[in-house]
Nanobody
Framework: VQLQASGGGLVQAGGSLRLSCAASGRTFSRYTMGWFRQAPGKEREFVAASSWSASNTYYADSVKGRFTISRDNAKNTVYLQMNSLKPEDTAVYYC?????????????????WGQGTLVTVSS
């Protein structure tokens, strides 16, 4: 599986962005999809994840209520809608894919990673 993230950019605090992650391969619908982010000087951290059917979604406490993960299996694409952005959301955002994981927030459980897209939130 190859993943291509896009949609990052510069936005003012309180604004919105929607990230997309396009996946290659015919088995996209079998994968749990996750979004992670890495701010300068910090470790990569979990943001959100969606089960293969999108019936279950998971969020880090820091983004709950502001970010929404969704997926379109017909288009092999997962999205991250980010609203009410804060300067502390500034980071490189990565999408990732995994099969059959139990803990969606653990980086090591993901098999495939995209290249990242930069989100900068100005105050």
């Amino acid at each position: 599986v190859q993943l291509q993230a896009s949609g990052g950019g510069l936005v003012q605090a309180g604004g919105s962005l929607r990230l997309s992650c396009a996946a290659s391969g015919r088995t996209f619908s079998r994968y749990t999809m996750g979004w992670f982010r890495q701010a300068p000087g910090k470790e990569r951290e979990f943001v959100a994840a969606s089960s293969w059917s999108a019936s279950n979604t998971y969020y880090a406490d820091s983004v709950k209520g502001r970010f929404t993960i969704s997926r379109d299996n017909a288009k092999n694409t997962v999205y991250l809608q980010m609203n009410s952005l804060k300067p502390e959301d500034t980071a490189v955002y990565y999408c990732a894919a995994a099969i059959g994981i139990v803990s969606v927030s653990r980086l090591e459980n993901y098999n495939y990673w995209g290249q990242g897209t930069l989100v900068t939130v100005s105050s």
